[in-house]
Each structure stands twice: as C-alpha cells, then as structure tokens.
C-alpha cells in the first residue's frame, strides 16, 4: 500500500479563509468504471490515475474536515470498490453531516447493497440516467443492461425511502427526448431531477460532432422537461444553461444556489471550485456584455463558444429577481 497523503500535492484556486463547515467536499476516490460514457469528462484518467487507498482515503477526509461539512463520493464509479461502506461510515463518525453518493446505479440493484451503503451512513444518492428506454440510456453508458440495472436501483432506494437526486446529462443523442426522460424519472418518484448540459472534455471533447449538442436544441426541448417535472411537484435543476436559454425557467439553474465545493481530484486539490468555474472552467462573451443577467448568469462552458461562438447568445434586457 502506498503512504497515505494527507491532501492533494497540488492546490489550484485556494479557498479563501473561512469558517469551519461552511464548504461541500467533493472527493474523487478514482476513476475505474464499469461503464464507458461517451460523455465522460474524466476521458483516460481510468488508464493512468491510480484509485485512492482506503487509508489514503479516509486522510483526505480528515484533512477536509476542518473546512467542509458535507461530502460528495465520486469517481469513476465508486460502488465497483468494496471499501464504500467503510468509507460513508468513516465519514459520518468524523461529523460530515450530509453524505452523497454519485454513482451510475447499477451495484444499487443489488438491494442488499444499497442497504449496506444506507445503514453506513449515506443521506443521499445521485444516480445518473440518460434516456428513457434501455437503446438510449445504454448506448450512452457504453453498458448493455445499465439502464434495467439503473432504473431497479432508483427503485430500491425510493422503495427505502432514501432521497434520490438524478442527473442526466444533456447530449446530441438525448436531447430531443429530454421530456420522455423526465416523465420516466417522475414516475420513479425521485426526489429532484438535474438536467446537465454536457462538458465537453475527456471523452466528450474526442466524440464532440456526435456528442454535444447545440444550445438552440436544447432550449427547444428543455423547457417541455422542465415543466413536466416541475407540475409533478419534484424539484428540477439546470447546470451549464445559460439564462438566454432559461427565458421563464430561470428558477431551474442551480449555479446561483450552488454550495461552496472543495475538490480533491487525483493529486489535484481545487480549494474554491466556484472560482475555477468562473476563471477556467465557464466563458462570457461579447453578447453578455450587453446582457442585464450577466452578473448572475457563469455562461457556458468555455469550449462551447470557443468551437462554435456566439452567435446563439441573445442578450437579455430584462432586470433578474433574486434566484438565490
């Protein structure tokens, strides 16, 4: 086993001095998966990035608790590992008061599983599905059975009354059947549904033309999700759609609500990622000079307008509420 590192060897974007609990641990416990997105943003990391130890692990945890005070488990795929039950009770005795689990939801198929990550001390799940029928949903995961194997685990964890929060990040392939997706996922009866427009980097930068699609389609097609799930009364959630493209849907972005977030990616601690989002991550062009929702709206992920510029970036004149 190799010797455990206390944090990350390199610090990107520190967070600013703060009280203690006031920031979400995203940690990153490796990148093996059994799926292989044709979206993933992690690309070849499962090739070359070793997984944490359990040991190395549980350090990171340690050394985040001074400052943070929720925990999001990520990867990869993190329920191919044995240690996640020992990791989420680890965890809970430190104090993280709420501890997320992000997984693609095959393993939670396996009741007794998902029993095992609950009675360790899991208070929420985020499963990903990404179409509305198994051809869809599979052919985007890379995975035959994924999507019997994803739906039967929201099941499970609704079945047990655990708080489900859905992602499904948007694509070329999906989008037009973004609101079938919506009606399955309510009548999964989850506890909140988050539409992703899709990051094009790893793999999604190297499947681009077949991958990411246009922003004009999405807001064709997003806006009939959106209120399909809103008039079930299940909270729905937006990321990386900027506010042109949310016209009488603005309550659904989440950036203006977003948590204070440390990252521990690999040897790569990102202290503030609001400020990486803002910095590096997120692009404001010529049209949101003009736009009166520019000190509120991040825009879109900067390879977007960078391959296909501004051109779909209408300007808005109208004064935004408060969204937070």
């Known amino acids: 086993m190799s010797e455990p590192a206390s944090s990350p060897s390199e610090v990107l974007f520190p967070a600013p001095d703060a009280p203690a609990g006031t920031y979400k641990l995203d940690l990153k416990l490796g990148f093996r998966c059994n799926n292989k997105c044709v979206f993933c943003v992690q690309g070849d990391k499962r090739d070359h990035v070793l997984d944490l130890s359990t040991e190395e692990a549980l350090e990171r945890l340690r050394h985040a608790r001074a400052h943070c005070d929720g925990l999001l488990l990520t990867g990869g795929e993190i329920t191919i590992r044995e240690d996640v039950p020992e990791i989420i009770a680890a965890a809970k005795a430190m104090g993280y008061t709420t501890i997320q689990v992000q997984t693609n939801g095959r393993r939670l198929a396996y009741k007794s599983y ?12 985020n499963p990903s599905l990404h179409g509305h029928v198994a051809a869809l949903h599979d052919g985007l995961v890379g995975a035959k059975g994924a999507f019997v194997q994803c739906t039967a685990g929201i099941k499970n964890l609704t079945d047990m009354g655990q708080r489900v929060l859905t992602q499904t990040v948007i694509t070329r392939q999906n989008v037009t059947f973004l609101p079938q997706i919506a009606r399955l996922l309510v009548s999964l009866k989850v506890s909140q549904i988050q539409f992703a427009f899709v990051h094009a980097l790893g793999t999604a930068a190297e499947t681009w033309d077949d991958t990411v699609p246009r922003y004009r389609d999405v807001q064709r097609y997003l806006p009939l999700a959106l209120d399909i799930v809103r008039a079930a009364g299940i909270f729905t959630i937006t990321e990386a759609v900027p506010f042109c493209f949310l016209r009488g849907r603005e309550w659904a972005a989440i950036e203006p609500r977003l948590p204070s977030t440390t990252v521990y990616d690999g040897d790569i601690e990102i202290g503030d990622y609001e400020r990486y989002r803002m910095e590096a991550g997120k692009l404001h062009g010529p049209p949101c000079e003009k736009c009166t929702w ?6 879109p992920w900067r390879e ?5 510029g501004w051109d ?5 004149d109208d004064v935004p509420p408060d969204l937070r």
């Not at 998902?114 to 799940?125: N, P």
């Not at 520019?294 to 825009?299: F, I, K, M, Y």
């Not at 977007?304 to 296909?308: A, G, L, Q, R, T």
């Open 114 to 125: 998902a029993q095992a990550l609950v009675e360790a001390g899991a208070t929420e799940f």
């Open 294 to 299: 520019n000190q509120a709206c991040e825009g």
């Open 304 to 308: 977007y307008p960078e391959k296909y």
């Open 312 to 316: 779909e970036f209408v300007p808005r």
